[in-house]
């Protein structure tokens, strides 16, 4: 990971924990909203719940944490997202393509029997992430597919262009040039 990455990855990090010991707070904590349906062309059965977004950087940019649900055969095509996002596969299993030539990477869980592991995620391979494999998207054109027999969710935290909203699908957006 370069040194971009790891401090965009870090300031994140230290973002959702301050976002976290404030929700977890006994005076300011809340009861989280009902996951609403994802009312976009692109996303079949698929339902997101924030469950914290706040303003930083002057108001420029939301602190978002939300959790996509995605129900038997629920996704979202081929969409993007107006900001940098760490994206955990909470539970069951998701189906990612990347569909731009951006060079990214997953990292995949650490278990008993195996240590943390980067893999790539070659444009246009749909690569299957399970609970606990994680990766940073940054404006990438892709789509995410439930492939578990159950549901799958999807802890999405990280920095969203104020007045934007969370996903875009790319028929309304125009992707972002990822240049080496």
């Known amino acids: 990971m370069n040194n971009y990455k790891r401090s965009i990855l870090l300031r994140l990090i230290a973002l959702v924990a301050a976002l976290a010991l404030v929700s977890a707070s006994p005076s300011l904590a809340q009861e989280n909203p009902p996951p609403q349906p994802i009312d976009l062309p692109c996303a079949t059965n698929a339902f997101a719940q924030v469950l914290g977004m706040t303003p930083v950087n002057d108001g420029a940019q939301n602190l978002v944490l939300a959790r996509i649900i ?5 996704s979202i095509l081929d969409h993007t997202h107006p900001g940098t996002l760490v994206v955990t ?3 069951g299993s998701l189906g990612f393509t990347l569909l731009d030539d951006a060079g990214m990477s997953a990292n995949r869980a650490t278990t008993a029997e195996t240590e943390a592991t980067a ?6 391979e749909e690569v299957v992430l399970n609970p606990g494999d994680w990766f940073i998207e940054t404006g990438m054109v892709h789509t995410g597919v439930n492939v578990a027999a159950g549901e799958t969710t999807v802890l999405l935290t990280g920095l969203i262009e104020a007045g934007q909203p969370l996903t875009i699908c790319v028929e309304d957006a125009t992707p972002v040039s990822h240049e080496g």
């Open 70 to 74: 995605f129900g038997e055969g629920g």
């Open 89 to 91: 596969i909470e539970s």
């Open 119 to 124: 893999v790539p995620l070659p444009p246009g």
